[in-house]
């Protein structure tokens, strides 16, 4: 059971250019999760998932994209990197939807991006 | 989700139980109270969640007194590998909402 994957681990991008996150998770949860987490900063919602199909944003959408046709994959999609979008990015799963009782989520490695 | 407020670091030494303490004067009814670890360069870890009295399991305590307004995680005989920031989380509003705040840097040292 390796819970939550990401990859890459380390990414550099120049300004412009496009890239795809990926994500995948073993313990058949329905609710994923992008986040981002600036230096010293907490992490902030990216876009979710309830299910395969079914996607919605967070917080700071702009500038990503994501799709779930599976529900074992979650892929972060960056179109035309900016400095800003440097960042940390975290993936997660859930059994339940937060709200429902439960608030436990399983977060992936990490990948961290640079856009230069 | 209601706004958390929590001390930005704290340090202690191996072996004390350390307090941490967040304050959530906004929470709503159905409200739950959560926390979480992060490691450096790791992601987030659950710790614990609760909605009222004492909630305990074998990493930690989660103390929450009558009116709920506030919160304390406890750490008993905290270890280097207890350093860490540790984040507070109230809500049982949609994920939409999820954001981790700054949290609290804990640094134990011998």
């Known amino acids: 059971n390796a819970g939550v994957t990401q990859t890459p681990k380390f990414r550099i991008l120049k300004i412009g250019q496009s890239m795809t996150l990926q994500c995948a998770q073993d313990?058949?949860?329905?609710?994923m999760y992008w986040y981002r987490q600036d230096p010293g900063m907490g992490l902030k919602l990216i876009y979710y998932?309830?299910?395969?199909?079914i996607t919605d944003k967070g917080e700071v959408p702009n500038g990503y994209n994501v799709s779930r046709s599976t529900t074992e994959d979650f892929p972060l999609r960056l179109e035309l990197a900016a400095p800003s979008q440097t960042s940390v990015y975290f993936c997660?799963?859930?059994?339940?939807?937060w709200g429902s009782g439960s608030y436990e989520q399983y977060f992936g490695p990490g990948t961290r991006l640079t856009v230069t | 989700l209601a706004k958390t407020t929590q001390p930005i670091s704290m340090d202690s030494y191996e072996g004390q139980e350390v307090n941490i303490t967040c304050s959530h004067n906004?929470?709503?009814?159905?409200?739950?109270i959560t926390w979480y670890q992060q490691f450096p360069s790791q992601g987030p870890r659950f710790i614990i969640q609760?909605?009222?009295t004492k909630v305990t399991n074998e990493v930690a305590s989660l103390f929450i007194p009558a009116d709920r307004k506030s919160s304390t995680l406890s750490l008993p005989r905290v270890s280097l590998s207890d350093t860490a920031v540790y984040y507070c989380?109230?809500?049982?509003?949609?994920?939409?909402?999820?954001?981790f705040g700054t949290g609290t840097r804990l640094q134990v040292t011998l």
């Open positions: 609760g909605y009222k």
């Open positions: 989380l109230v809500g049982a509003g949609t994920a939409s909402k999820l954001t």
């Open positions: 998932s309830v299910g395969a199909g």
């Open positions: 997660a799963s859930s059994y339940s939807s």
């Open positions: 313990m058949n949860h329905n609710y």
């Open positions: 906004n929470i709503a009814t159905n409200d739950y």
